[in-house]
């Protein structure tokens, strides 16, 4: 060989090695992924155990939804997307119903990833197909990834924020390699990625606001769009993917409808009225007077609630630190004791709730009495940059005896804006020093919560402190909070049983300052930004669990919401016309397993005719 020649050999040899997985390890293809133990369901499984893999498929069903959409594009800022718009696209991965955090396998067949989760490849299934018939290929999976992270949601960059890049690695494989430092989880949120059909939307505008019906792959296509009024999916019947394991006794409906109310009230009283089919309740007043009605007592329309042991994450009312009467957390801390949960529950709730007082409520990651050794490891080296209770209190959510008499917690409250530099002039809370009145306006977007709003603010304002409250449309509520023009909201944060990227769309310094995140608070800290990568790079179920507990205590500690309720199970109202599994996942009743039973549906449509 001459020197030419074998120049030319090695520099092949060191391109080929360049996209090769610099690892010892060459990990087999996989039929799923867990993000921590085994699955659950092995490579010839037939379907979930929570599905009736006989569900007839058939049927139409009328779903209610609140405000309204000028979109059907989910994966924007922009518009208001309708509901139901995602059910068009298929997943590279799927996630189980009954596990903490497994994925298996829909639109690709085999997942592959070596021990230290460097890298994940993905081998899409030769049969995938877009509805119109054209093949879904590797060139998809990288379009969608590139196209999601540059023009998608600010969600997609923090989310997909350790991805290097993905590399083409045939016709139907990707490979994503990722950035130095440990983050197990991205495999698997890597499989949450909803491939988008590079052929259509290389002519269109992807990060425009459209009512087009767009070309997907899933097992729903878009068949009628009126704004604001109503969107109607039909299912596709030569879906490529309904007979998968994944989908067996899943995707039942022929025809899904969303009808747009303006506000839960109109609703309700859609729903009553026969308008649509089935609706879960959020609230408690609503659950417990507002199905008072003939359909009820005659059986037509069922009252369930459904038990689940899924986290419930946090509720409350969030303070935005970006404003300088919310930055001292003493302050922040004091108006916390205004809040009388337990009147509340008692005459607004009906006593359907329990206190949150965790940002993992209701799971094994909340953070309990004082930190176990492991917490401290992880919690030592920042002592004197976060709060000393961290290490020495338990923290929980003032408490009163229900009375409504909160004179004691007002009194506590009191004290401590005096302390913070916030005393009593002429009846009024203001700044000592500026002369500021301490006042501050809550933005709404449901009516549902002036009537817990309201006697917050009239418990305030015995401290001499003015809230006022404000509820606006869907569409201006959602620009505001985008750009974090408000002072207070009611916040929330879902969390899951395997937590893990999202914490940095929820809490990191680099969301705070980017529109459209989910750090609606606007925390920033250093130890906070530590502790959610323990948590992203948990090795293990244990390492997890930990790190989240000493990321709750640092949350707890640093006052961000004044903490709301939760209840241990979906409130869901619907009509006599489904059948359902005999078994509820660990996440709940999962709707898409319901079918329509055709009897049960031609008697409750009669008696609908009959009462009209």
């Known amino acids: 060989m001459t020197t030419r020649s074998l120049l030319r050999a090695l520099t092949v040899a060191i391109g080929v090695l360049a996209l090769t997985p610099a690892h010892a390890d060459d990990p087999k293809p996989q039929h799923g992924i867990a993000m921590h133990g085994d699955l659950k369901y092995g490579p010839d499984f037939k379907h979930f155990d929570y599905v009736n893999p006989n569900a007839p498929k058939g049927g139409q069903i009328r779903l209610g939804a609140l405000g309204g959409f000028d979109s059907l594009n989910p994966f924007i800022v922009k518009g208001n997307p309708a509901g139901g718009a995602s059910f068009v696209y298929d997943t590279l991965l799927t996630s189980s119903a009954d596990e903490a955090f497994s994925e298996y396998g829909l639109l690709a067949k085999t997942v592959r990833t070596p021990e230290d989760r460097s890298w994940v490849e993905f081998t899409l299934r030769d049969e995938a197909r877009w509805h119109d018939g054209k093949p879904i290929t590797a060139d998809d999976v990288i379009f969608s990834f590139n196209t999601l992270v540059e023009k998608g949601a600010p969600f997609f960059r923090f989310y997909y924020g350790s991805v290097e890049r993905a590399v083409k690695i045939g016709p139907r494989t990707v490979r994503f390699d990722f950035k130095p430092g440990e983050n197990r989880e991205l495999p698997l949120i890597l499989g949450q990625l909803s491939v988008l059909p590079k052929h259509y939307w290389e002519t269109r505008e992807f990060d425009a606001t459209t009512l087009e019906p767009p070309l997907g792959s899933g097992p729903y296509r878009v068949k009628n769009v009126d704004a604001n009024r109503s969107i109607v999916l039909e299912r596709v019947k030569d879906y490529w993917g309904k007979n998968l394991p994944v989908n067996i006794g899943i995707n039942n409906f022929d025809v899904i409808e969303f009808e747009y109310y303006r506000d839960s009230q109109v609703a309700i009283e859609a729903f009553t009225g026969g308008r649509f089919d089935f609706r879960r309740e959020n609230s408690s007043k609503a659950w417990a007077t507002a199905y008072d009605v003939p359909a009820v007592k005659k059986g037509l329309i069922k009252l369930e609630e ?59 990651l909340a953070a309990t009495g004082l930190p176990s050794e492991a917490e401290l490891k992880l919690l030592e080296p920042y002592r004197g940059e976060i709060p000393d209770e961290v290490f020495t209190k338990e923290y ?59 006697p917050f603010a009239k418990n305030l304002e015995k401290l001499g402190v003015t809230a006022r409250v404000r509820t606006v449309e869907t569409a201006q509520y959602q620009r505001r909070t985008d750009t974090f023009d408000y002072d207070m909201i009611v916040g929330s944060w879902g969390q899951s049983l395997s937590p893990g990227n999202e914490q940095r769309d929820f809490w990191s310094s680099d969301a705070a300052d980017r529109e459209g995140s989910r750090n609606a608070t606007g925390i920033k800290s250093e130890v906070v930004d530590a502790l959610i990568e323990k948590v992203i790079s948990a090795p293990d179920r244990e390492a997890l669990i930990t790190a989240c507990r000493a990321l709750d205590r640092v949350l707890q500690w640093h006052h961000l919401v004044i903490p709301h309720f939760h209840a241990g199970y979906d409130r869901i109202a619907y009509w006599d016309k489904f059948g359902q599994p005999k078994v509820t996942p660990t996440r709940g009743t999962q709707f898409l397993t319901w079918w329509v039973v055709p009897e049960k549906a031609a008697a409750i449509s009669n008696a609908r005719t009959g009462a009209n």
């Open 306 to 364: 459904f038990d689940h042991d899924r986290p419930a994450g946090m509720q409350g009312f969030a303070y935005n630190m970006r404003r300088d009467i919310f930055k001292d957390p003493k302050v922040r801390e004091a108006l916390a004791y205004a809040f009388d949960f337990e009147w509340s529950n008692k005459n607004l709730f009906y006593g359907q709730y329990k206190r949150t007082r965790s940002y993992f409520e209701n799971s094994e």
């Open 396 to 454: 929980n959510p003032p408490k009163s005896d229900g009375s409504g008499n909160i004179r004691s917690n007002l009194r506590i409250g009191s004290k401590m804006l005096r302390d913070a530099g916030w005393v009593i002039k002429d009846g009024v809370r203001v700044n000592e020093k500026t002369g500021k009145k301490l006042e501050f306006e809550v933005l709404l977007v449901s009516p549902l919560f002036e009537r817990i709003v309201l």
